[in-house]
């Protein structure tokens, strides 16, 4: 079989060129070898919603330590005249070389913390910023929204049918394994279902429908050959006039004689919270009170929440559109910012300061922690810097409060958890991939035991703490406060 460019393409160039042109900038420099630290977060959650869903990092894993650059690849390089040959020559063995630290794939986030970390080299810790952003922001992106369009579905299973709407097929593809990481129960993409593992399932089209010279002959049709699966869509002429007689005839004509149910029927025009009641009665007054009704159109968790409070008898939601592109706010914002730079044997953390107050990052190398009340909720994060003694919870901690910090702020009768764990040691990979069900559960739980139910409501959410240690905070404060003298004697 010919190998099509979407195998032959080497996903390590996905990179921006910058990258690239700073790298071969970097060569010259004495202190190249030296390590740095850069932090990827993002600055406020899809939807105005209270959280997010950190995903993707299995692909950030499997790019990592693949990363080469082959004989065209530098050949093309070459051709922009831009990098010297001794750059070229360095790229020609080039892998990874230095340490990655993250959030576990699926746990719950907050703007303004480091969710992944990487701590390389110069020129390594460069040139992976482009593939890192680009994986943590679509999947996160689309996990967060899945996550939100399950929580409108109130227990009702909500399916991926994204693929033919998504930007392409890797949007479609991996989209749908985060809209799996999220709480879909599955989605109707085959490869996806192939690649990760994902539940496969799927009704019919309008097409079948209207290929048949009847609606009944298709309907017909298609039971015979799957007696056990068979969901009939009843929307192409008349749902109640037509569509749904015609359903209930082939479960009474065709299947049960098999001995089979008919497992369902979908609706996918009209006002489904109307239709889906109408529908439900009468398939009920047929005595298939088992046959489920599937429901589609340009859903997504606000239009699923107003169906749901209209009564709407809906027992599985498809949704494709506005979930697998995150329609009402299709960008995650996830950003890589250096955090601190050794130099001489000295770690020098590193601040962006900007007008803007939550533009300004937050520097050095860093740890943080979820903190938990004594029902296990997560009152808030904290961060500390990264050499700080580990946290002693039999004792009360002080803590400061970045948006009151005048305030004397401790947390009592609480635990902590460390968010980030290493998962890639110089260019390899310590960590085992973690099978996407465990991934979908821990998300789940998280959910359900962990947050505030203020951090999940869809209006006006709580928002979550982020707090300091005191002497993070006080470096940071220091930092500021020398770049502002630094400022001022330049002017
Ligand atoms: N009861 C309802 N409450 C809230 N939103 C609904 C309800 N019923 C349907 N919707 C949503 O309203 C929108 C209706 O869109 P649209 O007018 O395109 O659908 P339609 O009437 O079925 O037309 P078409 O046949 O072209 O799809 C969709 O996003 C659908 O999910
Ligand atoms: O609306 P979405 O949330 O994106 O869900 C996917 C849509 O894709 C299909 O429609 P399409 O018109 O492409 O094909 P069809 O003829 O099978 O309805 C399906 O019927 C849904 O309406
Ligand atoms: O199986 C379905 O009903 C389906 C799948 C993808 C898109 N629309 C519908």
């Known amino acids: 079989m010919n190998k099509t460019i979407y195998d032959k393409r080497n996903i390590s160039m996905m990179m921006d060129l910058y990258e690239l042109t700073m790298a071969n900038g970097y060569m010259s420099e004495k202190d190249r070898n030296d390590y740095v630290t850069f932090d990827v977060f993002y600055r406020k959650n899809p939807d105005i ?29 070459r051709s922009l005249h ?37 701590h390389a080299p110069l020129i390594d810790a460069q040139l992976v910023e482009t593939a ?30 994204g693929a033919r709407r998504a930007h392409n097929m890797d949007a479609a593809v991996y989209g749908a394994r985060a809209a799996y990481i999220g709480g879909c129960v599955g989605t109707a993409t085959v490869l996806a279902g192939q690649m990760f593992d994902i539940p496969v399932s799927g009704t019919m089209a309008h097409s079948w429908v209207m290929y048949q010279e009847d609606e009944y002959t298709a309907f017909k049709k298609f039971a015979e050959m799957y007696p056990d699966d068979s969901i009939l869509l009843i929307d192409t002429y ?46 009920d007054e047929a005595g298939l009170e088992d046959a489920i009704i599937v429901a589609s159109n340009s859903l997504d968790e606000y239009t699923i929440n107003s169906i749901m409070d209209q009564g709407g008898c809906i027992d599985s939601y498809g949704v494709g559109e506005r979930l697998i592109t995150s329609k009402s706010d299709p960008v995650f914002g996830a950003v890589y910012k250096m955090a601190e730079a050794e130099k001489d044997g000295q770690r020098i953390p590193k601040i962006k300061i900007s007008e803007t107050v939550e533009k300004i990052t937050n520097p050095g190398r860093k740890k943080v922690y979820r903190v938990y009340d004594e029902e296990g909720k997560a009152v808030a994060d904290l961060l500390t810097k990264y050499d700080e003694k580990p946290i002693d919870t039999s004792k009360r901690y002080r803590y400061v409060d970045s948006k009151k910090p005048w305030k ?59 707090d300091m240690s005191p002497s993070y905070y006080e470096m940071k404060m220091d930092l500021l406060y020398k770049s502002q003298k630094n400022n001022e004697e330049e002017d």
């Open 238 to 283: 008349d749902v109640l006039n037509s569509g749904v007689p015609n359903a209930i005839r082939v479960a009474k004509e065709v299947l049960e004689p098999m001995g089979k149910r008919l497992k369902g029927v979908r609706l996918d025009s009209g006002d489904l919270a109307y239709l889906s009641r109408k529908v439900r009665q009468k398939l």
């Open 408 to 466: 004397n702020m401790h947390y009592e009768h609480y635990s902590v958890k460390e968010l980030q764990h290493q998962v890639i040691k110089a260019g390899k990979r310590v960590t085992n991939p973690v099978p996407l069900k465990e991934i979908r559960q821990y998300v789940a739980d998280q959910i359900h035991n962990e947050i505030w139910d203020s951090e999940l409501r869809f209006d006006n959410p709580h928002e979550h703490y982020l």
């Open 49 to 77: 919603g209270g959280y997010a869903i950190f995903a993707g990092l299995e692909q950030v894993i499997e790019y990592i330590e693949q990363m080469h650059f082959d004989q065209d690849d530098i050949d093309y390089l």
């Open 82 to 118: 831009l990098f010297s040959e001794e750059f070229l020559e360095y790229l020609k063995t080039y892998h990874f070389k230095g340490d990655i630290f993250a959030f576990k794939e699926g746990t719950i986030m907050y703007p303004n913390e480091p969710i992944l970390t990487v």
């Open 132 to 161: 890192i952003l680009a994986e943590i922001n679509h999947q996160s992106l689309i996990a967060t929204k899945a996550s939100r369009i399950v929580r409108a579905a109130r227990g009702r299973a909500v399916s991926d049918f």
